[in-house]
């Protein structure tokens, strides 16, 4: 059956006010465990979820095999939603629910956690979440949530001085019709004048399968009659690989491409082929992981050589490293009592904490991830090059 927007919502507030009721004020046991909500079984964010995972796991291996934190062993805890808004919502209803869960750590699922954050979940439910995968101000920003990323508006900024920088001077903007789409296409608009960029075209993808070929269609129609010297490219998933699988297929495809982190390079390149693929730009909001750019980069690196040795690092294995170490000094902050309440005090008063070269800055009033963005490229194999 069908659920309805009014009946989901309903749903939503109902477990939350049933959820308030019944929360144990405590967590303190031998082992602290984690919850987070990621499809490993969805092909679009598999390879994300299984590096975060991996990331998170041998951080907290590394910690476990030194005694833990006050007595305490780090364990995580994964939940697999399909990648579906609804059971995002559900699963995060279980974790919350559960006794075990001190916190929740790297949710991946936009309009799931999109969702939680606009009803306040996380605020009304008295649980942090660490690190999710997301740049969205609406979710950052939400009570409870304790964001690593840089935001997607710091990405479109990057990008289009780029585009500058290179005398990319006139640009095609392609967004999709959800989610962070349209905001950052008006963003990118009122940037472009104030940059000295000009916005040729501007082509809306639709994320319904039924619209979305159609849109694709347009969309190319319109970057090819406007032959700009740079497409930006505001999207995800299919809508994102359509595009430019179809745009490369014309003479608007020799147009440099720039996408945001969120445009996986792994699913681009199985999507379109690595030939295809070659020269797309694509920003970044984890430090690279591939040098040892900051004490940090080589803990992690260690840490996936011991822990996880069949997992390639990655940008998202890095992300859950990160993600892991940020919720571990908040569970050594709290002492030797560690709650839910303990926990989020912890974090709300951290301030600036150096992760090791990287830093994040959680204050009262704003709550502030690594803010850098870096620039990679696709090359001919299909892999990222700074």
């Not at 690190?131 to 920003?141: F, Y």
């Not at 905001?183 to 990118?188: F, G, K, P, R």
Request: proline residues 4%.
């Amino acid at each position: 059956m069908k659920t309805t927007r009014l009946s989901f919502r309903a749903f939503l507030f109902a477990v939350l006010a049933i959820a308030a009721n019944t929360w144990p004020i405590a967590a303190q046991a031998a082992e602290l465990v984690f919850g987070q909500v990621a499809s490993l079984s969805n092909p679009t964010s598999a390879s994300n979820a299984r590096g975060l995972v991996a990331g998170i796991s041998a951080c907290f291996e590394t910690i476990n095999a030194k005694g833990g934190i006050n007595g305490h062993k780090l364990r995580l805890e994964t939940r697999d939603d399909g990648l579906q808004a609804p059971k995002m919502v559900e699963l995060t209803q279980e974790l919350v629910n559960d006794a075990s869960i001190v916190g929740l750590l790297s949710y991946l699922n936009t309009g799931g956690v999109t969702t939680l954050a606009k009803a306040n979940a996380f605020g009304k439910g008295g649980i942090a979440l660490i690190a999710p995968l997301q740049g969205d101000r609406t979710v950052v920003d939400a009570d409870n949530v304790f964001p690593l990323r840089s935001g997607f508006a710091d990405e479109v900024s990057a990008l289009m001085r780029e585009a500058k920088s290179w005398g990319k001077e006139t640009i095609a903007i392609v967004n999709m019709n959800v989610a962070f789409g349209p905001v950052l296409a008006e963003l990118a608009q009122k940037q472009s004048g104030e940059m000295g960029l000009r916005i040729v075209s501007h082509s809306v993808l639709d994320a319904n399968p039924d619209n979305m070929a159609a849109s694709v269609t347009a969309a190319v129609r319109a970057v090819s009659a406007s032959q700009p010297k740079a497409i930006l490219l505001l999207a995800a998933g299919k809508p994102a690989t359509e595009f430019a699988k179809a745009v490369r297929a014309t003479p608007a495809g020799a147009a440099q491409i720039y996408g945001l982190s969120v445009l996986l390079h792994e699913e681009l390149v199985k999507a379109i082929g690595a030939d295809k693929a070659r020269g797309i730009v694509l920003s970044q909001v984890i430090p690279y992981p591939f040098t040892q750019s900051a004490p940090v980069i080589g803990e992690y690196q260690k840490a996936m050589k011991q822990y996880a040795p069949a997992e390639p690092l990655s940008f998202s294995s890095l992300e859950g490293y990160l993600g892991a170490r940020i919720a571990a000094e908040a569970v050594r902050r709290s002492g030797a009592v560690v709650n839910r309440e303990r926990l989020l005090a912890s974090l709300r008063s951290m301030g600036e904490y150096n992760l090791g070269g990287v830093y994040v800055n959680y204050m009262p009033a704003r709550k502030k991830g690594w803010g850098g963005v870096e620039l990679t490229i696709v090359n001919s194999e299909g892999n990222l090059r700074k």
